[in-house]
Structures are given as C-alpha cells and as structure tokens.
C-alpha cells in the first residue's frame, strides 16, 4: 500500500465532502438535460459520431438528435406508449439508440436497454420480466424478437430499426419517423419517476431489473463533478471551450456504457463516437486515434487485452489524443494501472458501483492522488463504508461489505440510489439494512479501507474464499498472475479441498505464443508466491482457452466455482 497522505491532502479530500451539495430539483428529466437543453443552446453542435467496419460514417447534431426523438416520442404515442410504460431497446451503439433513450424518456416512459448479444432465452428473460409493450429492434435480432412474440404477448409492437423489412405487424422505425411531427411537448417528469429499467450483468446468478429513476443520472454525475478535470469539460459551461469526444466500447444496454459513457457525455454537451463493430485491441487504438478520442471508458478485460497486443501505445499510435481513461466492472490492478501511466501517460481513474448505484467510489487524477490497485475513494456525495454483518464499520484494514448510505455527510438523501429491483421486494429489502430511508446498501463486494478513505477491492462476498483458515480475495491473485507475460488473463476459485476445505486454483489463459506446460505451471506459482503471501499461491493451475464471460466481459467466477465443486462430487463418487 502507498504511504499516507499529508494532511494538507486528507484536508481537501475532506472539505470536497463538506462542500458537495445535492440539487435534485422536484421535476427532473434526463432527456432535457442529455438534449434538449443542447438543442435549444447549441443545435449545431456534434451530439452523435457514428462509424463502422464496414466504412460507413455519419455526424448528427443536438438538434437532428432532438427532432428524431420528437418523431419517436409521436410514433411511440401512436402505438399507444403511455407514461411508466417499458419500452425495449435491443440496438447496437447508432444514432437511434440515442434517440430511443431521448424519445422514452421525453414521453415519461421507462427504457428498457438489451444487448444485441443476448441470445433468445436471455431476450425472452428480460422481455416477459419487464412486461416491455413495444420494443425497438434492430434487424441483425429482429428474427430472434420474431420467435419470442407468442412466449412474450405483453409485447404488442416492434419497431425495426435498419435496411430489411418490416413484417406486417411491425413498423419501419424511417418510415414511422417521417410521418410524424418534428415537434413534442416533453412531459414534465418528477425527479422521483422512474426512467430506465436496466439488468445486472447476472455475473452472480439470474440477472436483476434495476429500476433507475430520473434522477439517478445526477447521482452518478458527482463523479463526473468531481472529476471535471479527466473529461475536460467544464460543469460552468458545459460544450464550450473543449473538444472532448468520448467513446467506450462498453454496450449502450450495459449500465457502464450507458450511464458512464452515452448519458453523461450528452449531459455534458459532448459528442459521443457510436461504434458499430467488433472489439479488438488494435482496433480500439485505431479507431481512437482516428476519431480523435480524448476520453474513454474502458473495462478492465479490454485493458488487459490492449496491454498485451499494444505495449507501447504512444508509439505505435503517435495521433492518439487520448487524455483520461477511466474502467470499472472489475477491478484494475496495478498492473494495467502501470501499464496507463508508464504507457499511456494516463492516470486511469478505477471507478466503482454496481448498475444499482453507479458509481459511488473511484479516482480523480487532479482532486486526489490515486494508488495504484485501490479502486479509489468515495466521491463527493456518497457516504461509503466497509460494513461488518452486524452493518458497523469495519476499522482500517479489516475486509468487510462496500456500502452506502442512503444519506450523505450532511444527512441529505443521495440520489444514486435506485428505485428496487423489479417485481422483486424482497431482493430489494436484503440490500439494505433496517430502516430503508435511513439504512447502508450493501454492494456484496469486499474490500478493506485505508486510514485515509481508498478502498482495496477483494472480490465479490461469494467469490472471497477460505483456504487453511486464511481469507482469500482472488482479485489480488488474479493481477499478479496477469503480470507474467504468459497470462493474459486469469481467474481464481477455491478447489474443495478435505484438509485445508479449499484450496487456491487458478485457471489462465495464456498469451499468444506460449504452451501451458508443467514447468510454465512451477514459474507462475514461483511468480505469485514471490509477490503475495505464501498461502496465496494457486496450488492448481489449469490452463483454459477462454474464461466463461458475461456479455458485458467479466469473468463468471461461479461457473468455474461450481465445476470445481461438480469435480468433486463425482471424485468421492468414484
Ligand atoms: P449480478 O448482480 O447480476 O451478479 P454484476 O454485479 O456483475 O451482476 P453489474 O451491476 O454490471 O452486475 O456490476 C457491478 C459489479 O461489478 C460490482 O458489484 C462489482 O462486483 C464489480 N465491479 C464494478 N467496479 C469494480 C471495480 N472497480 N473493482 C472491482 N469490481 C468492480
Ligand atoms: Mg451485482
């Protein structure tokens, strides 16, 4: 761990809290504060940078962002979508998926985003659960939406979005646009309402609804108050004076693609790149480079990936205008925070939340100093803790649950907060403790607190293991695996083991070029156990092609757990 801070330091990052203030005004709407405040002001400035694989390329203003929407928000009328009605979102990064958000959210509706990447059964899980009555669907899934109509009869219209045809009971969303009106008279929202129906990851277990209302957008935005200085933008005034472009590669349907990068760069009257092609780590430096991106969200798999393929970045790439990173999902590690800095020259700004509460602890290069594998500090705003069972805090040092308090230092309601999950109340009564006005929302991670307020992540309570007594993170282990030039990624999960009840197993995929041999398998534990404490090295390795993957890139620890697990069970079988 770093040293201390000076007391200077601890000083400001104190008064930061001190002086944060909450303004939720009583009528919020995300859709006047992403748009059409920017159309109004500057309609000329660039809202959407659109680009393909395949060549296509396409720039659109706040005000072409705002007249689609009004067209949108008049069709969806027409089928009939009325105010708290769910409305699907299956596109990938485009224009429309811009105007969906704006046109759902203008009319009082709730969005409900879905990844191009769900398969039928995922589509039909998150379709029937939201109870969604008109979904806007891009061709590549309209035959797969096709297929669940009869599974899903809450369902009643499609919009299709993009060059094939629409069957006879679905719209063309051009055509459907050019007869409406240009013009919409927004609705007036309470802040309190609810705005975007959005599913957890399912890294864990069946994904969740996470109802968020209108007003989550300001509580997640206190990180980017507080951060001003790595987006470049100017809360005072914001779209002037700065040329930032953002781009993730993170899915728009994904909380970290929506609510950390399309939302808030609109907010900021900032235009955003929407890519519509396959990850890769060159790519994603070409396409950077070529779009003149300043800003970005990246997780930590395609962190890891580009620090692989591309080590030294400003070289290969010398146009690259790249100036802040910030990743979250997963944790960091020091050693692709290395990686930025040495590298990239970049200070990555690790964030941390949950598409419940996104996000409530991270860094900000210019306001605090971060450490390298902390995933940071509270932000202004957020009163955060490491709480034991019993919901006390937990002393510096002493691993316990990330939590947030419902209100904040000066005792006012923090609005990240969402507003449950859906159709589950008692899901939404367990994440927080006693009184639900005035409780902590557990996050389920674990992590220890430094006398000065970083927090050091340890992995998901379910994923933290006991080996011989001692408490095992496997984040830890995992990044110092990851600093071996075989590994290019790694997962570690406990082995049931009769003696020590588990043991430390590492499963690694390798990087291009190397064979998983047994001597590979005595370096890598020599490589760990010359880092960590000695309990910490993997006993096991085993190496594996891929990690079993959410669509939204984290590694499924439990399904690796519960093959442990299988294993063993037929082991004492035989
Ligand atoms: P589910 O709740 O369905 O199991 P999920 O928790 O992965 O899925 P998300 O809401 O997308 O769904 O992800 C939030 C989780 O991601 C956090 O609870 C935490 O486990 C992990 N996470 C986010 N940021 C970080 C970070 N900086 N370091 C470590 N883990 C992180
Ligand atoms: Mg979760």
Known sequence: MAMLADAAEVNSYAALHADFRWQVPDEFNIAEVCCARWARDTPDALAVKFAADDGCAAHYSFGQLQRAANRLSNALQRQGVQRGDRVAIILPQRFETAVAHVAISQLGAVAVPLSMLFGPEALEYRLKDSGAVLALVECAVLEAVRGLRAQVPALRRLIVVGECEAGCDEINWMAALQAEDARFTAVKTKAEEAAILIYTSGTTGPPKGALLAQRCLIGNLSGFIASQNWFGFDPAAPGKGTQAVFWSPADWAWTGGLMDALLPTLYFGRPIVAYQGRFGAEKAFELMQAQGVTHTFLFPTALKAMMKAVPQPRERYPGLKLQAVMSAGESVGDAVFAYCQEQLGITVNEMFGQTEINYIVGN??????????????????????????????????????????????????????????????????????GDPADSWCRTGDMATVDADGYLWYQGRSDDVFKSAGYRIGPSEIENCLVKHEAVANAAVVPKPDAERGALVKAYVVLAPGFKGTSRLVGQLQGHVKSRLAPYEYPKEIEFIEALPMTTTGKVQRRVLRLQEEERARLATIK
């Open 364 to 433: 900000c290069a210019a306001l605090w100093p971060a450490r390298a594998g902390s995933m940071g500090r509270a932000y202004p705003g957020h009163r955060v803790a490491v709480i034991d069972e019993e919901g006390k805090t937990c002393p510096p040092g002493v691993p316990g649950d990330v939590a947030v308090h419902r209100r904040d230092v000066h005792g006012m309601a923090d609005p990240i907060f969402f507003l449950g999950y859906w159709g589950q109340d008692e899901a939404t009564r367990a994440k927080f403790t």
